[in-house]
């Protein structure tokens, strides 16, 4: 019944600090489809205000998340940033509608999505660029080449992917280093877990979306509403399944930085004092063997 020990920092690219514990922003956007400016623009900034308050210095966004409002959002409420803060943000995709995605990872696009992101989060170079997803219409070699540019260029400080597979990753390393890999992984979702053992192994920090399972377009954490071994586990420990999911990503692995979004304090109050949950080996057991949530 030991409890497992828990690093709460992790180096991403070696040299970026960063909580273990972050906030993943796309949910302050319009609504549905995470389209267009977030509807409470002030409680959008007190959020992001609380969570730099309670220790996050990880924050997640992207270009298409709005698009473009998300960052703003981001840089009315923190600008000028605290010294540790690392905002990841992505490019390759472009939004045009709630519920339309477009991927576009030609030299162009990128270039210019990257030129925009650095204007609306007032910056002048970006802690950590990801491409969003590899488009399937340009060579994947272009994308990660015109990153690698940026990145010699000072726009860049270090190059994530996201929506990869491993061939994608070794590619891409053939090209530039990675710094970190976002893709969906959580509790229930363990399908790329061989991406994460991957990057593990790499010391890539791997940034799992969607840690409490939620749908992309549609509001609610599947792992917050559970029955079960995630729910007798939390009443062990007096916390709520989706706190333990979290911390079982927590335990997972060392490069594993979380990103859970919320659009409510209480709600990001409760999934950062996941943080402090120490699981023990018998409850992590029992959670890699669960086979439901
Ligand atoms: N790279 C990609 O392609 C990609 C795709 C999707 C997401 N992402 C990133 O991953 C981040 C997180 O993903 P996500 O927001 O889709 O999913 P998530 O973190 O799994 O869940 C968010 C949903 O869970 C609810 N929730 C959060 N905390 C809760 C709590 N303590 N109790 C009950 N419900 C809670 C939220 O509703 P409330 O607002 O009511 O709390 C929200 O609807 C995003 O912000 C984004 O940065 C990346």
Known sequence: MNSTSLPTM??????????????????????????????????????????????????????????GDNEELIASALYPYPDDLVIATKGGVLKTAPDSIRADGSSKSLRRSCEASLQRLKIDQIDLYQLHRPDPNVSFAESIETLAELQRE???????????????????RQIAKIASVQNRLNLAERAGEEVLDFCTQHNIAFIPYAPLGAHPLKRGAPLANTEGTLTEIAAHH???PNQIALSWMLHRASNIIVIPG????????????????????????????AQAF
Do not use: C
């Open 10 to 67: 992790f180096f991403i690219g070696n040299d970026l600090n960063v909580n273990r514990l972050g906030y993943g922003a796309m949910r302050l956007t319009g609504q549905p489809g995470n389209f267009g400016r977030y509807a409470d623009w002030e409680a959008g900034k007190q959020l992001l205000r609380r969570a730099i308050e309670l220790g996050v210095n990880f924050i997640d966004t992207a270009e298409s998340y709005g698009p």
């Open 154 to 172: 000072g726009k860049i400080r270090h190059i994530g992917l996201s929506n990869v597979t491993i061939s994608q990753i070794e590619a891409a």
């Open 262 to 289: 919320t659009t409510t304090i209480s709600h990001l109050e409760e999934n950062i004092a996941a943080a402090s949950i120490a699981l023990t080996a018998d409850d992590i057991k029992l959670l890699n063997e």
């Open 238 to 240: 007096d916390m709520k």
